[in-house]
């Protein structure tokens, strides 16, 4: 099976820092620094990015799996790169702009990508990494697994993380994380709303994978415009929601794949998508 390889800037540890591969249309992309926990290098969030985007714009890609390599799953931004631009003639104060601007790209880029993403977790989530299991559209969780935004045990406050988080769990569960900085184990993660299912330890992946081979099944051009309308509706006042829902449907209904899918369960047929 063929595997790319995102190669990371001259001087990193670590050769390649996103690891490419696709499993029948599902790609499955893996953090490869395990070494420093997977922590999000800008080298990392560039290797992401590039992924995303690809994946967004590729046919072959039914649905985005994002795993990792070694004990955690991410640690977070990579606090030894960033304290290492203290040492800039302002204190680093326009390298952290920059890298905040670029990781929040980033994880704009999952909401908005047509392709629905599904994070395979083992091990501790924390900080950024937490947030990057938010921003995903599923998540599975090994029993394992855990869950933290310690930045409040540090003296900066996970304030972007926060965005994602407070957007999947209610707002006294978001404020309990975000304000004592602990564990979340697995299961409470799940009570919570930050993840969808918890599997046995090791199996996160393969439940993903499972999972996206589901969505990947479905007509691609119905999970796109399901995907980019669930995000915007939740978004606005109901009544204004319901207007746009109605008008979505409207449009989805004249696609080619809604009449054939209809034509299909009235037929008691297995559908054959279209592409819209």
């Known amino acids: 099976m063929m595997q790319d390889k995102v190669a990371a800037p001259a001087g990193s540890t670590s050769a390649e820092v996103l690891l490419s591969e696709m499993r029948g249309r599902v790609l499955l992309l ?3 620094r395990p070494a420093q926990r997977n922590s999000l ?6 290797a992401l990015q590039r992924a995303i985007d690809t ?9 985005v799996v ?8 991410s640690s977070g931004h990579d606090l030894k790169e960033m304290t290492a631009r203290r040492q800039d003639a302002d204190g680093g104060r ?5 890298l905040m601007d670029h990781c929040a790209r980033m994880m704009l880029s999952i909401v908005r990508s047509p392709k629905p993403f599904i994070a395979a977790v083992e091990g501790v989530a924390s900080a950024a990494g937490c947030q990057l299991v938010a921003t995903c559209d599923l998540a599975l969780a090994g029993s ?30 978001a404020m309990e994380i975000l304000l004592l900085g602990e564990m979340l184990e697995a299961e409470a993660a799940a009570d919570y709303g930050l993840v969808n299912r918890v599997v046995p330890q090791g199996q996160a992946l393969d439940a993903a994978l499972a999972m996206a081979g589901i969505v990947a099944s479905k007509s691609p051009a119905t999970v796109a415009i399901g995907k980019e309308t669930f995000y915007r509706q939740i978004e606005m006042p109901v009544e204004q929601a319901y207007v746009e829902a109605a008008s979505v449907m409207v449009r989805n209904m004249m696609y080619r794949d809604a009449e054939e899918g209809i034509g299909a369960f009235i037929e008691k047929r297995a559908p054959v998508w279209k592409g819209w």
Request: charged share 15%; aromatic share 8%; proline share 7%.
């Open 144 to 173: 394992a697994a855990r869950f933290t935004t310690p930045g409040v045990n540090i003296g900066l406050f996970c304030s972007t993380p926060m965005v994602a988080l407070s957007r999947n769990v209610s707002r006294k569960r």
């Open 30 to 32: 893996t953090l490869n």
């Open 55 to 63: 994946a967004s714009a590729d046919p072959a890609v039914a649905a």
């Open 66 to 73: 994002i795993a990792s390599q070694g004990p955690a799953f």
């Open 41 to 46: 290098s800008e080298a990392l969030i560039d």
């Open 94 to 98: 326009a390298y952290f702009a920059h």
